[in-house]
């Protein structure tokens, strides 16, 4: 039996460029009871777990995020109290939650009829938040379809093809800047709003801007991601241009210029190529960052000192 269920019309036509919504069959399962987590949370490097209060603005201020003075196992026992949210990143590093990220996506690339060389890179990021939370206004460099286990979340998606609510610049990566974007109330007319509920789901394009609410339970989600070789091109451009925008070079955006599209893929590839074996260990990667990209690049670090 398939993981996902859909309109497969709906969805072959919407993959990769558009969001909408589909049923899975994950709601119950084993690998998202509160002991299961907590038990993942004390197996992942401490880089890979960001929580903070739930209570936060739509367009938080990444700097003055509340924190939470548990360690994250505590965050994880205590949820329907504590008024949190937590990510565990790329949770595909434990052989379990990799084994259903590979179900999930190769049904849903039966499902939609989409070839399954579109899913690169595939990583899962679990959410786990209390009731009345918020996850900022932000973008991700990576597709996904957002499943969710339990409670009822509220996810606006915005529309900004036209560039109008983030800007190009912005939508440059860099490891220095934080995710969330500049938010206005005017943005909500541009929104569509995915009620989820235990068995539904949500498909969240990439650089789609969004920001997400929990409703009155506390809430266990699981983002589903990979990558398209197009996702990859362009977040290669993008990193390049964070980068060289960061030594005082702002570069045109992705799409300008195809010669030197091409130029800045090969000198990414060349730069991950000497970085790539040194970022295997937590210590490196922490040192690359602020080597490369200054102090702001571990603000993570801040959260749960004490775990
Ligand atoms: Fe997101």
């Known amino acids: 039996m398939s993981l996902v269920t859909l309109d497969r019309q709906q969805a072959a036509d919407h993959i990769h460029k558009f969001p909408f919504d589909l049923k899975h069959d994950l709601a119950g399962h084993p690998l998202f009871s509160l002991e299961r ?37 505590d965050v994880i026992r205590q ?7 937590m990510v565990i990143k790329n949770v595909e590093t434990d052989t379990e939650y990799r084994a259903l990220l590979q179900a999930f996506v190769r049904d849903l690339a039966g499902a939609t009829g989409a070839e399954e060389d579109q899913f690169g890179d595939l990583q899962g990021f679990v959410f786990v938040s209390s009731a009345g939370s918020t996850t900022p206004f932000h ?28 800007s190009e610049e912005a939508m440059e990566i860099s490891p220095s800047k934080h995710r969330n974007q500049t938010y206005e109330p005017a943005f909500e007319s541009h929104a569509r709003v995915f009620e989820l509920a235990e068995g ?28 398209t070789p197009e996702v990859e091109r362009l977040n290669k451009i993008r990193l390049m241009n964070g980068t060289l925008r960061r030594f005082g070079l702002p570069q ?56």
Not at 79 to 85: K, L, Q, R, T
Not at 158 to 164: G, L
Not at 280 to 301: D, F, P, Q
Request: aromatic share 8%; with cysteine; proline share 6%.
């Open 252 to 307: 045109s955006p992705p799409g300008r210029s195809g010669t030197a599209d091409a130029i800045k893929v090969f000198g990414h590839d060349a730069m991950r190529a000497v970085i790539d074996p040194l970022r295997k260990s937590e210590w490196c990667r922490k040192a690359l960052r602020g080597l490369i990209y200054g102090r702001n690049a571990n603000y993570y670090y801040e959260a749960g000192k004490g775990s």
């Open 200 to 227: 539904d789901a949500v498909h969240i394009p990439y650089m789609h801007p969004h920001w997400v609410r929990t409703g009155g339970r506390y809430c266990i989600s699981m983002a589903m991601t990979w990558k």
């Open 79 to 85: 949820i329907e109290h504590c008024n949190a949210w």
């Open 37 to 73: 987590l907590v038990a993942l949370a004390k197996s992942m490097p401490r880089d890979r777990i960001e929580y903070n209060s739930g209570k936060v603005a739509i367009g938080q201020a990444p700097d003055q995020t509340p924190q939470i003075d548990l360690p994250a196992d």
């Open 139 to 166: 973008i991700d460099a990576e597709e996904n379809i957002l499943v969710q286990i339990s409670g009822d979340k509220f996810v606006h998606v915005f529309d900004n093809e036209d560039r109008a609510l983030v």
